[in-house]
């Protein structure tokens, strides 16, 4: 088994496919991640393959064989506590840790957020208080 996942950073790269795979309904195969993924961005199947399995290796996602004898991949966490994960790893990476960068893009309308996604966010910070 790999590195409990979030203790190895991630490339760019590696964090979209993850993010990808994560918001399939099911475990995808090297082909569809290929067809679905890298060949918009120009990626050959090994290049998506190779990261697959990096992505593996680090304990971010597992595989499975498919009735035809095929890998599938599918992430080891649920999609929400992954993309948590991955919002604390840019917070700690990217922002030393801090999240009032963040908050000051947020509050000068740096993000287009919807009416639903600002009444989750005052919700949480009323949690925070």
């Known amino acids: 088994m790999g590195r409990r996942p979030g203790t190895v950073t991630l ?15 099911a475990a995808l195969t090297v082909r569809e991640a290929v067809a679905s993924w890298g060949e918009p961005r120009g990626l ?32 080891v966490l649920p999609k929400a506590e992954l993309l948590s994960g991955l919002v604390q790893s840019f917070v700690e990476r990217t922002l030393g840790g801090s999240v009032s960068p963040f908050v000051s893009y947020l509050a000068e309308g740096g993000a287009s957020l919807t009416v639903e996604e600002r009444a989750k966010l005052k919700a949480l910070l009323e949690t925070l208080e």
């Open 11 to 25: 490339g760019e790269q590696e964090t979209e496919l993850l993010r990808f795979v994560a918001e399939q309904e």
């Open 44 to 75: 050959a199947r090994t290049t998506v393959l190779t990261m697959l399995e990096r992505l593996r290796e680090k304990g971010h996602l597992s595989r499975e064989k498919t009735s035809d004898g095929n890998w599938a991949y599918l992430p």
